[in-house]
């Protein structure tokens, strides 16, 4: 039986590969071709084609955007060209490959790959998973379901003295003001980013009431220095499967499909 293909779409690079869904690890090595400078639907559906011709058989393909996707269509745009929001990527792809095609939001598929086979496998209830980058992803699950589109980065947050900065308005952004990138561009101190983290987590906690936030994205992997000063009442995990995440979650939404 062959196994459902997953293909993490990102703005520098675009990775693709295999995936056991009895494991949720890769059964072939990960293969990457940088994404066009142009990241045009045309571009891009040129690179998807080489990529599986790495991978030849009929099987789904799992496919993640950074973007909202309805339906295979792309509502919105993050570091990629524009051209894509309104396009029906899961038709356009489907038919340059000649297989089946399932789309989701890049986050999404790293939440339900984490429910699944990571830092919130076996928990019952609403897990949120929110990746720390460039931006803010954010994914839903709820008993293993998805719930799409969520794009939690972009709540406004509402500060108050403790925490406002001199320079700060009373409202923010929260993927403009508490990203991993927000602490690279402020030369925030571990404990400093924690504090804007806990802002954001406790607005999430005041949302959704969940029974587990995952933190994933790469500086997940530096969750020892910041972590434990994020002070929210809920539960609070690192990722486990990290950048392996979008490809596994992928695939596992093309094989539920």
Known sequence: MQLPLGIDFGGSGIKAAPVDLTTGTFAADRVRIPTPEASTPDNVAVVLEQLVEAFPGDSPVGLTVP??????????????????????????????????V?????ADAAGLAEATYGAARGTSGLVVVTTLGTGIGGALVHDGTLVPNAELGHLWLELDDEVRGEHDPVAVHA??????????????????????????YRALEGLFSPDLLVVGGGVSKKA??????VDVRTPIVPAQRR???GIVGAALAASRA
């Not at 919105?76 to 089946?100: C, K, M, Q, Y």
């Not at 399932?102 to 890049?106: A, E, G, P, Y």
């Not at 403009?176 to 983290?197: F, M, T, V």
């Open 102 to 106: 399932h789309v989701l939001n890049d």
């Open 243 to 245: 950048n392996a995440a």
């Open 224 to 229: 020892d220095k910041f972590l434990s000063m």
């Open 67 to 100: 973007g909202i996707v309805r339906h295979g269509v792309i509502g919105s745009a993050a570091n990629i060209d524009e051209g894509w929001i309104g396009t029906d990527a899961a038709a356009l792809v489907s038919g340059v490959l000649g297989r089946p």
């Open 175 to 200: 993927e403009s003001w508490a990203a991993n990138s927000a602490r690279e561009r402020d030369d925030l101190s571990w404990e400093e980013w924690a504090r804007r983290l806990t802002v954001f």
